[in-house]
T-cell receptor, first 112, second 112 residues
Framework: EPEVTQTPSHQVTQMGQEVILRCVPI?????FYWYRQILGQKVEFLVS????????KSEIFDDQFSVERPDGSNFTLKIRSTKLEDSAMYFC??????????FGNGTRLTVT | SQKIEQNSEALNIQEGKTATLTCNYT??????LQWYRQDPGRGPVFLLL?????KEKRKERLKVTFDTTLKQSLFHITASQPADSATYLC???????????FGAGTRLTVKP
């Protein structure tokens, strides 16, 4: 069964550094998402992406965040200048229209 | 403000019993509601989707109900097994987009 893959599984970075989290969505899906989950808390929506543009973003997704689909297969989340509070598990998901989300297994980001 | 509340943070039941989890929402008009399972350190995995015009949906030992008047969904696992132990997440669409918003989840433990 096709799956969403995320790399790396764990990323450690220093405060103020830029990080790029990578995702390969399921190939025939058209909708892409990033969610985050701070340890012990709920899964929070960050951004959705369709037709090469952001369709919705949450208040968490400020100017430090950006997303890109640089080619036909990858979907990336960039955090320009990381803060301690950005430490979380970041999940990528993809879907067809109005269909269940398929999640990857996440990238654990630790900002020191 | 919009809220999705899952009735309890944790639920412990004996193997073989039926687990019932509750999801209540306010200030949403979802076209559909979804339930996901999340295991520690993993991404959520889709279980069931129920649309606003459906009262009940079943899949094997799982049953979901959706009451748009009460703004509530119930999720049942019958003949529960220790392997059902996980966190179960309720998710709603926002009516105008494909992205989903998640409740905080209920951690189910099924004891042998």
């Amino acid at each position: 069964e096709p799956e969403v893959t995320q790399t790396p599984s764990h990323q450690v970075t220093q405060m103020g550094q830029e990080v790029i989290l990578r995702c390969v969505p399921i190939s025939n899906h058209l909708y892409f998402y990033w969610y985050r989950q701070i340890l012990g808390q709920k899964v929070e929506f960050l951004v959705s992406f369709y037709n090469n543009e952001i369709s919705e973003k949450s208040e968490i997704f400020d100017d430090q965040f950006s997303v890109e689909r640089p080619d036909g297969s990858n979907f990336t989340l960039k955090i320009r200048s990381t803060k301690l509070e950005d430490s979380a598990m970041y999940f990528c998901a993809s879907s067809e229209a109005y269909s269940p989300l398929h999640f990857g297994n996440g990238t654990r980001l630790t900002v020191t | 403000s919009q809220k999705i509340e899952q009735n309890s943070e944790a639920l412990n039941i004996q193997e073989g019993k039926t687990a019932t989890l509750t999801c209540n929402y306010t200030n949403y008009s979802p076209a559909y509601l979804q339930w996901y399972r999340q295991d520690p350190g993993r991404g959520p995995v889709f279980l069931l989707l129920i649309r606003e015009n459906e009262k009940e949906k079943r899949k094997e030992r799982l049953k979901v109900t959706f009451d748009t008047t009460l703004k509530q969904s119930l999720f049942h696992i019958t003949a529960s097994q220790p392997a059902d132990s996980a966190t179960y997440l309720c998710a709603l669409d926002r009516g105008n987009n494909n992205d989903m918003r998640f409740g905080a989840g209920t951690r189910l433990t099924v004891k042998p």
